[in-house]
């Protein structure tokens, strides 16, 4: 079992980047599968999540309107399409995913290394 997150990298206030969360082993299509994020000194926080039952998606009110997570179920792949990044969304994101809901996607066991963003002029 695998989940390998990518996409992170340095972008300017305002820039966008796209996540992805590819897993291998096993079917992702089953599961909630949820981003969170833990910024340095800080506590990890869920930012989005969207359900295996009927891709209903969740979102952090912070990124509410900038964020869109998507999945793509014949990839075995979950994206998140970060757009109007802030410096504080400065973080190191994870992917994973469960079976409990996804209003506790920061209690997500994590199963791989994150990647980091980094939002900086």
């Known amino acids: 079992v695998q989940l390998q997150a990518s996409g992170g990298g340095l972008v300017q206030p305002g820039g966008s980047l796209r996540l992805s969360c590819v897993a291998s082993g096993f079917t992702l299509n089953y599961y909630n599968v949820g981003w969170s994020r833990q910024a340095p000194g800080k506590e990890r926080e869920g930012v989005s999540c969207?359900?295996?039952?009927?891709?209903?998606?969740y979102y952090q009110d912070s990124v509410k309107g900038r964020f869109t997570i998507s999945r793509d179920n014949a990839k075995n792949t979950v994206y998140l399409q970060m757009n109007s990044l802030k410096p504080e969304d400065t973080a190191t994101y994870y992917c994973?995913?469960?079976?409990?809901?996804?209003?506790?996607?920061?209690?997500?066991?994590?199963w791989g290394q994150g990647t980091l963003v980094t939002v900086s002029s």
């Open positions: 969207i359900t295996g039952r009927n891709a209903t998606t």
């Open positions: 994973a995913f469960d079976d409990r809901p996804c209003t506790e996607v920061a209690q997500y066991v994590l």
